[in-house]
């Protein structure tokens, strides 16, 4: 390497990072000897990434490194900014790498690094403290809705009139249809994983209630804070777009545009099991997820219609990892990555589909997950966060089993959060109540018949975080709440309900949170019109109330055979 080139390297780092400058003897002892190892090495993309993985474990950095590693999990417009790979300084090394090789002038390079890296926000994880009441009434929360993490972990769902957040009291509430040949046989389509699909009998259908066995509640507090968290940052992302527009691209001239901005930006790694990071600069967040193209399984690919070939690729109960296993491997992936977990929980695996598992009679034909998902639980406050459902909210990362690989992470996002003062419920009357009720989700199991206990435990006191739509914008909020575990449920009753039960804590909320109708169930049923209706034409879906079994043979026709529902 000549001196030029040295001096250049050089230059580059101290505009990104000045205060290296001091540790100079240092810093070309390093590059000197990365260069030595393989004297053709140019200054290129992978040069970046060998001498970023040297700084990041050499001493040398050891000055800086407490300026770098602020409380914060990253923070997302810092001069220091943490990616999920390291800092800015080699993301934007790469970037100055990108320029030089567009044809930017070293001048124009210089500028960009030196004013357009972006300082907008502090170096330390903050909370503003804001009047009370500052976020407007949340009355509005207070209402029953479905959760967006029990669609996305694949929980049963059902249809309802006026609300939603209910799940199938019974994996076999499904569609049965029967035929003539063979009348005995009914074929239950459940979206259940691994629910037996051959049974000789209708099931019967439970309605459940809730009943609080925990220990007297202790109220403690007229008041506390509700958090909102702060998302994105203009200056950041017009800063990543003056980096971008500063490069010549053949056939297009960004001079003619103006005021842009980065909404996001999208990284991907070019090697076998590599993954694809996704900024997105509005809602300040990072995902990571799987470079689809590097995981292949040529072998499983190869079945094309073999459903034999298919089957042994089957994740099965064997292939699991202990839980200490994935957690390891979760953990690993997060070091690697200089993902700080200052702010987050123990560790814990998301074994939801164990549950139907351990229910189902078929356990040689139950579809295990092919992948896993370990979740740190966020912290504010010393407390949990946890969704509306119960479930810990906060970085959750991806394994993938048949691999044996973490493949994807997210819930990444800076710890910057407003705060602001509102009343609870003091009464514990009401708070047990609305618990017994169904809590944040409801309860839609409403029957005169078959009605099975089921028991919440002495609930934890956590913060749930919900979403708001409000001025043009989604807004995330942190509210005080406590969670209800479900501490004994009926053997053999098919609850495939929630594990908990959520109650916000913020007494506006609970106003409609016990003043709301209480949704029907309804099912889908074959061969008819809607329920109610008259003169359906035949073949239609029907939608029948789901309270009790319907079963009712419908009049066979030519398009149709006859329906068991």
């Not at 997302?76 to 044809?103: E, H, I, N, P």
């Not at 040949?181 to 051959?198: K, L, R």
């Not at 514990?428 to 206990?453: C, L, S």
């Not at 043009?472 to 406590?482: F, G, I, S, T, Y």
Request: charged share 20%; hydrophobic share 40%; glycine share 8%.
């Amino acid at each position: 390497m000549s001196n030029e080139e040295l001096k250049q390297i050089l230059s580059e780092l101290y505009i990104l990072e000045p205060s290296l400058k001091v540790k100079e003897a240092d810093l070309i002892i390093l590059v000197q000897r990365m260069t030595a190892s393989k004297p053709n090495l140019k200054f290129d993309a992978a040069f970046v990434s060998r001498l970023k993985a040297e700084i990041m474990k050499s001493p040398l950095t050891s000055q800086t490194e407490t300026k770098i590693n602020i409380n914060s999990n990253f923070n997302f417009m810092d001069k220091k900014l943490y990616f999920a790979f390291g800092s800015l300084a080699v993301a934007s090394l790469a970037f100055l790498f990108f320029l030089k090789t567009t044809g930017v002038s070293q001048q124009t390079q210089i500028l960009i690094a030196d004013n357009k890296v972006g300082n907008s926000q502090s170096d330390t994880a903050a909370v503003d403290v804001l009047p009370a009441g500052a976020f407007g009434s949340l009355a509005s929360l207070g209402t029953t809705a479905i959760n967006a993490n029990n669609a996305s972990a694949g929980k049963a769902v059902a249809f309802g009139m006026g609300g939603g957040g209910g799940v199938a009291a019974s994996a076999e509430m499904a569609t049965f249809t029967a035929t003539p040949a063979d009348a005995s046989s009914i074929a239950a389509v459940s979206p259940m994983a691994g629910v037996t699909t051959d049974m000789k009998i209708m099931p019967p259908y439970y309605g459940f209630k809730y009943v609080y066995k925990g220990e007297p509640l202790n109220l403690e507090g007229t008041s506390a804070a509700v958090y909102r968290r702060i998302k994105g940052d203009d200056a950041a992302a017009k800063n990543m777009a003056n980096l971008i527009s500063a490069a010549s691209f053949s056939g297009l001239d960004f001079s003619t545009f103006s005021n842009l901005k980065a909404a996001n930006i999208t990284l991907m790694e070019d090697k076998d099991l590599g993954l694809v990071v996704y900024f997105d600069f509005n809602e300040g967040n990072i995902n990571i997820y799987e470079n689809w193209e590097k995981w292949t399984y040529p072998e499983r690919d190869a079945c094309a219609n073999d459903q034999s070939c298919w089957d042994r690729y089957r994740i099965k109960i064997s292939d699991v990892p202990a839980d200490a296993d994935l957690i390891s491997m979760a953990d690993g992936f997060l070091s690697t990555h200089n993902v700080q977990l200052d702010h987050y929980g123990s560790p814990l695996v998301d074994n939801y589909w164990r549950d139907s598992y351990e229910q189902t009679a078929d356990k040689t034909n139950f579809y295990i997950p092919e992948y896993a998902t370990v979740v740190y639980p966020l912290l504010i406050d010393g407390q949990a966060v946890r969704d509306q459902s119960g479930n810990y909210a906060g970085l959750r990362v991806t394994i993938n089993l048949h691999k044996k690989a973490a493949s994807g992470l997210n819930g990444l996002v800076p710890y910057r959060y407003e705060s602001s003062q509102y009343d609870l419920e003091t009464a514990t009357d009401t708070i047990v109540k609305i618990a017994e009720n169904g809590g944040w989700n409801g309860n839609y199991y409403f029957q005169a018949e078959n009605v099975q206990t089921i028991e919440l435990g002495t609930p934890e006191k956590a913060y749930v975080q919900i979403y708001r739509y409000a001025a043009n914008r989604n807004e995330e909020l942190l509210v005080p709440a406590l969670i209800f575990p479900v501490i004994n449920v009926p053997s053999g009753a098919y609850y495939y309900g929630q594990k908990y039960v959520t109650v916000p804590l913020v007494k506006e909320m609970l106003n409609d949170l016990g003043n709301q109708p209480v949704p029907m169930p309804y099912m889908i049923k074959e061969g008819g019109g809607t329920s109610g209706s008259s003169g359906a034409s035949s073949g239609a879906i029907e939608i029948a109330p789901a309270s009790e079994p319907v079963i009712d043979l419908v009049e066979p026709t030519p398009a149709s055979k006859p329906v068991l529902r």
